[in-house]
């Protein structure tokens, strides 16, 4: 299942990015080879989880 909760968006900061997109390309590594073949910067984005935000689990079942 996946988590549910209450976050805010924002885009990681050169320092920030590093490790994440290590983490990213390891398991897509075509995101690198995008990243070649393009002039602008692919963002990583940190979601980071509102003070409180207790959060739930779900999970979705397949429909049929």
Known sequence: GAEVFDGSARTASSREK????QIMTDDWPDYDTYQSRTERE???????RDA???GA???VEPSM
Request: glycine share 6%.
């Open 18 to 21: 590093a490790p994440f997109w």
């Open 42 to 48: 692919i963002p990583v984005v940190i979601i980071e």
């Open 52 to 54: 409180g935000s207790t």
């Open 57 to 59: 689990l779900y999970s």
